[in-house]
């Protein structure tokens, strides 16, 4: 294994089209993060990769920019193949290629993944496609049925293969990549590096220069502190922390599914806008409970680590460990996921003497001490019940019905006369669509729109209550 050194942080000193280096700067990637620095000279070389660093650390668009480089976009067969433990990441990674490979004419990228029928991945995949994205499971389920070939493929990525070898994909893994040309580019990215990781790394990587990017965080962006409970005293002491700093959003962390109900329905009663995310849930629900979380429509998600893998949210101001998790990675991507893009946020973790152990382990890994606070400094911040700016519409209708986002934004603003800051995100699924739009005004665009038309057809519109 050879290990290269970091390079300059400009986009600018990358082989890039000229076209792609625009596009970077429309999107705002102004300078490389540091795994991008690490490892994008590497792959744009051809060469095999793993790449060690935190969850949203920019490591999507590393291997993202390096496999669009190398498409020809003239030939509809499978070039390049991320797979993803989630659904939930596999549609984030989909995202942004797509947004990345707009430099590209008819780029195109085929999700497969679970919880939504094969027959529409089917008939994308006999279309043709440049990139898929996907699951094992689902990749491995089109395989067997002849629907996805291999052998014209360059580039294959596992994205957090960690935890892919964690949830069981291993040998689903291995049979994936024995299907791809021995003559291809892996890139390997992973927040740790167990053994496992190691022994897949040495059977299908060739010569692999290895990048890692300390886990640890900047203490001036996230600030991190600790609460001493006993475990009677949990849940009453998170809607005490809510209280007490008021976050805008908050993603509230629990080491079980139980745990994660009875929170999520104390919060609920207590009028705050909660929502859960564990394992149990339906597909749809799951979809459902993401979307209003990432449109600003949810104030809080309590989640499983397995539940919340792969989960981004722009702005996040709070993390909170409602149970310290016994895996000192784990705690170091959770609170991640707050301070990013230059912005402050804060961490905030419940433990009880059961769990100094894992307490000690953490502190071992980010080679600092924990600050602890006495639970009697959280006192209530005057003021009502902080909700949520925005509310969720549903529409019974999606990309089935041909729906697109410009089609909803332009029946909420040219026809019922609605600003365009009034109006959020705009998600479209196969079968529906969620829009967010300020909460004051969500009942009468849910009622406005079900009276008119979208794209010449009546829709059913209808708020997504708290």
């Known amino acids: 294994m050879t290990s290269l050194p970091a390079t300059s942080n400009s986009f600018d000193n990358l082989p890039l089209s000229p076209a792609a280096q625009e596009n970077l700067r429309r999107l705002g990637y102004l300078e490389m993060t540091a795994i991008q620095a690490a490892s994008l000279p590497a792959a744009l070389q051809g060469k095999d990769l793993i790449a060690q660093a935190k969850t949203g650390s920019g490591k999507t668009a590393a291997f993202a920019l390096a496999l669009l480089a190398k498409l020809d976009a ?12 989630t659904r939930e990441l596999a549609d984030q990674v989909t995202t942004e290629i797509r947004r990345l490979a707009r430099a590209e004419d008819n780029i195109k990228v085929v999700t497969l993944s679970g919880g939504v029928p094969l027959r529409g991945q089917t008939s994308s995949l006999e279309r043709g496609a440049h990139v898929v994205v996907g699951t094992p499971g ?11 070939k291999l052998d014209t493929l360059s580039t294959l990525v596992l994205d957090e293969a960690d935890r892919m070898l964690d949830m069981g994909f291993v040998d689903d893994i291995k049979k994936v990549a024995r299907q791809c040309p021995a003559e291809r580019q892996t890139l390997l990215f992973s927040a740790t590096y167990p053994d496992g990781i190691a022994k897949l790394a040495a059977q299908f990587l060739r010569n692999p220069v290895s990048v890692k990017v300390e886990s640890r965080h900047d203490n001036d962006q996230i600030e991190q502190r600790w609460y001493e409970v006993r475990d009677d005293q949990r849940l009453a002491s998170v809607a005490r922390l809510l209280e007490h700093f008021r976050p805008a959003s908050t993603l509230a962390f629990c080491n079980t599914k139980a745990r994660c109900r009875a929170l999520a329905e104390m919060l609920q009663a207590q009028g705050y806008s909660a929502l859960a995310l564990h394992g149990e849930l339906e597909q749809r629900d799951r979809d459902q409970v993401l ?6 429509s949810c104030s809080i998600l309590v989640a499983t680590d397995v539940a919340a893998r792969g989960l981004d949210v722009a702005g996040l ?16 991507h959770r609170i991640g996921r707050t ?12 433990a009880t003497m059961d769990e100094m152990g894992a307490v000690g382990r953490i502190e071992q890994l980010q080679g600092q001490p924990s600050v602890w606070h006495p639970l ?3 006192t209530p911040t005057p003021g009502s019940r902080l909700l949520p700016a925005m509310a969720t519409v549903h529409i019974q209708a999606g990309r089935k019905e041909k729906i697109r986002p410009g089609d909803v934004l332009g029946a909420l603003t040219a026809d019922l006369g609605y600003s365009r800051e ?15 739009v300020e909460r004051s005004i969500a009942p009468e665009v849910a009622a406005r729109l079900s009276a008119g038309r979208i794209k010449g057809r009546t829709v059913k519109a209808r708020v997504l209550k708290d």
């Open 138 to 148: 689902r990749v491995m389920d089109h395989m067997d049925r002849g629907h996805l």
């Open 376 to 378: 009697t400094d959280l």
């Open 74 to 85: 003239r030939n509809f067969s499978v070039q390049a193949m991320v797979l993803c433990p």
């Open 422 to 436: 009034q109006v959020g995100k705009i998600d479209i699924n196969e079968f529906a669509t969620y829009i967010a």
């Open 339 to 350: 301070g990013r893009a230059g912005q402050t946020g804060l961490a905030l973790s419940l």
């Open 317 to 332: 101001a709070a993390v909170i460990n409602v149970d310290i998790s016994p895996d000192p990675e784990a705690h170091v």
């Open 291 to 296: 979307i209003r979380f990432a449109n600003g």
